[in-house]
């Protein structure tokens, strides 16, 4: 059963009644998607190193997903790794790589009991053999579960994934599997990686940035913005009832 805002849970019992009162059950997004800014931002402020940003990054990211089941949030998809991010020092993307490792290793029971599906989008081959091993066989252990959808986009970006869909609709085309005047927004969709999942109502990015970087860029088309002044390593899920709270009180146009 679907837990309504004002619920108890063990994620939720840091949060006062008053903060629960502000959501509307009837009207939680069913797809938030969260550019995690700023790791290694806040570990420069504490004279720590970039890894250690990106440790506690990921140490934030476990009650975020809990606290979006809890309010009943179908999909959180979060921006781990992008295909632009590989540009980084080879050390600091090495230390990526390890920490998205252990995180899918060590949280892998966690999330079966919590009922937390794992997913992923991106072009996931080119991404380290232990890191997609861990990333398949935690898919594989949560693949039962149905509270919600947690999907990390590793080496995804928005363009290559544009490119990634075309070029396999451009192929089905060329073998005769669809015919070219049937082609429209439904059908590319299907042809992106987030095919299983509605377009995102909120994307969330912390650290104040006001930009998508590269992110779900079809699927963003009429997404609501929500940046928040916060590094990502201290998001909790306070500032996310309050982004929340302020998704429910804008008005959705969708370009109208």
Known sequence: MQSSAKERSPVLEILSEEELSVLD???????IAIIPDGNRRWARNRHL????????????????VKAAKDIG??????????????SRPAFEVDALMFIMER???DKRE?????DIRCRSIGDIAHLPSSLIKALRETEAATAHCQS?????????????DIRRGVTRLVEDCMAGKIDKSSIDETVIAQYLDTAAWPDPDMMIRTSGEIRISN????QASYTELCPLDVYWPDFTPQHLLKAVGDFQNRNRRHGS
């Open 110 to 114: 966690d999330m079966v009991n919590s």
């Open 103 to 105: 995180y899918l290793v």
């Open 148 to 160: 919600i959808d947690f999907v990390l986009a590793l080496n995804y970006g928005g363009r290559d």
């Open 215 to 218: 992110f779900l860029l079809w």
């Open 49 to 64: 190193s970039p890894e250690m940003g990106h440790h506690r990054g990921a140490d934030s990211l476990t009650d975020i």
């Open 25 to 31: 059950p009837a009207r939680i997004p069913q797809h």
């Open 73 to 86: 949030v179908k999909v959180l998809t979060i921006y781990g790794f992008s295909t632009e991010n590989s």
